[in-house]
């Protein structure tokens, strides 16, 4: 009787750790790299630039990017994805969040490379969210940094260049500040 009982634990034990590994799999955690490391990569220098039009966003509203290419040659983006990676500061390090959902998540069907010619610039308006697995969150308040993915046309395709855009804000939306000033009122009442 003692050995089904301890036969029994064990299977418990080892069925309870499988799910607690499965739960912990499914969690994504962001990358982070420090202030020094962002740092060095925005001193990279390179002749195209990224512009966005505000330096202050509510977190419901859309983004509008300038690419502008100061090459003496034409540049090529991904027509699809814009925006290839965000950067959020958080205290002394910067978090990378997914700009879009990826495989195996997401299947997309890419629509190409897009041309901006020497000296032309191309504006996109980009909706401000991240992705954890397959679920588009909206960006929360804090200070962003988004980059774009590259290529010359001299490089064939081998060698990708980054541009990232200045800092801008991300700030709460009326609509959510009232939710959470409601929210409180009610909290007060209730006690």
């Known amino acids: 009787m003692q050995k089904k009982t301890k036969i029994i634990s064990i299977i418990v034990a080892v069925l309870v750790f499988i799910t607690i590994g ?3 799999s499914r969690v994504q ?13 925005l001193s990279q220098l390179t002749d195209v630039k990224i512009f966005i039009d505000k330096n202050s966003y509510f977190s419901n509203e859309k983004v509008k990017i300038t690419i502008q290419n100061n090459y003496d040659e034409p540049i090529y983006i991904p027509g699809a994805f ?10 002394d ?24 010619k020497s000296g032309e610039s191309k504006e996109v308006e980009w909706n ?7 679920d588009s969150k909206l960006l929360k308040a804090g200070e962003y940094v988004v980059s774009i993915n590259f290529g010359l046309n001299s490089s064939k395709g081998k060698d ?30 209730n006690e």
């Open 22 to 24: 499965i739960f912990i």
């Open 29 to 41: 955690h962001p990358i982070i790299i420090t202030n020094a490391q962002f740092q060095d990569k």
């Open 82 to 91: 814009i925006v290839s990676k965000i950067y959020k500061q958080d205290r």
């Open 93 to 116: 390090n910067w978090l990378i969040l997914d700009s879009y959902c990826d495989y195996p998540h997401c299947v997309h069907r890419l629509p190409g490379l897009e041309e901006i």
């Open 128 to 134: 401000p969210v991240y992705f954890v697995r397959s």
């Open 160 to 189: 990708w260049k980054v541009a990232y855009s200045e800092s801008f804000l991300i700030r709460r939306s009326f609509a959510q500040i009232f939710l959470d000033f409601v929210q409180s009122v009610m909290f007060t009442f």
